[in-house]
């Protein structure tokens, strides 16, 4: 798998907060079943987006989560980054270690190119670039 776990999470619950109208504020329990993500996730990976400033938190009645800058300038690199995700990681996918250019794995040449991919699709990926009416 490329992305961890709580990556893909935090994709999720963002495509659902991308989703929302302006000023609605969705819950963690509605971000849990809407994403099917875990409620413990839910609220692992909310701290996180608050921390990075991509979600703003609101308590109370009302209350919930929503985005803190509008779809368009939250980049999946952003969300990445803020659960600490590294794309570039340089991790051998066949050896133990990081990956040496200087004695490159059979692997090497086919891995680096889809990290570049990988990491491309992050920078230029926003929320804004989703199809809002898909189910």
């Keep these: 798998m490329i992305l961890s776990r709580t990556a893909i999470y935090a994709l999720r619950v963002l495509t659902l907060l991308g ?3 302006p000023a609605e504020n969705l819950t963690a329990a509605r971000l849990s079943s809407g994403a ?5 996730y839910v609220n692992k990976v909310m701290q996180q987006l608050v921390a990075a400033g991509i979600v703003s938190a609101t308590r109370g009645q009302g209350g919930g989560f929503q985005l803190a800058r509008p779809p368009r300038r939250v980049r999946f690199a952003d969300v990445l980054a803020a659960v600490n995700m590294d794309l570039q990681i340089g991790q ?5 270690g990081p990956c040496r250019t ?3 794995c059979i692997l090497h040449a086919a891995w680096s190119e ?4 990988v990491d491309d699709w992050a920078r230029r ?3 804004a670039d989703l199809d809002t009416t898909a189910p």
Excluded: K, N
């Excluded at 051998?92 to 133990?96: E, G, L, S, T």
């Excluded at 889809?114 to 991919?117: F, I, V």
């Design 19 to 21: 989703r929302a109208a």
């Design 36 to 40: 099917s993500v875990p409620r413990h």
């Design 92 to 96: 051998c996918v066949f050896r133990a």
């Design 102 to 104: 200087s004695d490159p």
């Design 114 to 117: 889809l990290q570049e991919r």
């Design 125 to 127: 990926t926003t929320l």
